[in-house]
């Protein structure tokens, strides 16, 4: 797995049904990071629970990507994923502008217009600015080192961004609060219980597929020990 150096470890998914606690999905990856692995969590969930689909979604904000906002709004879920902050050398980020629709462009803080310059393939806009030659905020506005006395501030936009500030609307709500409490009591117990409690510290074997199912058998005995547990409270409370 690429990370600091490639070294032979992998990153392991995860998902928990709230009511249940029962694990609903897993697998191994040697994607290093969360980020774009919700496609394939949602398509795990789905396998394993025979075409069902989550109504509601909560994940960490490793699993931040634009493209799995968008899986979720097409797959009708609501999901709970906090977003990162957004990093900015310049001291307007672009979460300072404005967007004017019935232009297609932008209004920075000075409110001078940043009209579209190009779309790539994906949908991705860029803007740029018409009035920052002459600005008194230039030096701190623009996102170059040295840039020429023409440069222009430019800001690029995802066709996902208002999926992203709904998101963090929604993160900010007191739903998003709960939603966040309630994984830390679902998913992230799953991963204490084997790494601490049962000491999976290491995998016994290699490559991918080997380890990728040494970890769904490893899921598949703490759901096989939820359920042992509760027959068993079950059991009792009607004796
Ligand atoms: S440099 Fe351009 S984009 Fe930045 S504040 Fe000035 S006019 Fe607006």
Redo the contacts with the bound molecule.
Sequence with gaps: MKGKGVNPSYNMQAAVDVDSRMVVGGYATKNAVDSGELSTVLEDIEETTEGKNPKVLSADKGYEDLKGLQELKEREILGYIAQKEEKSNSC?PLSSFVYDETKDQYL???D?P?TLSWTDKEGKKRYV?T??TD?H??GE??TSKNPSPTS??SISVSPFLPLRNEMKERMDSEQGLQAAKIRSSTVEPVFGTLKYAKKLRRFCFRGLNMINSQWKFELAALNLEKIVKFRISKQLRTA
């Design positions: 307007y920075c803080p000075q001078k940043l600015g009035a920052c600005c905020m230039r506005c623009l222009q501030r």
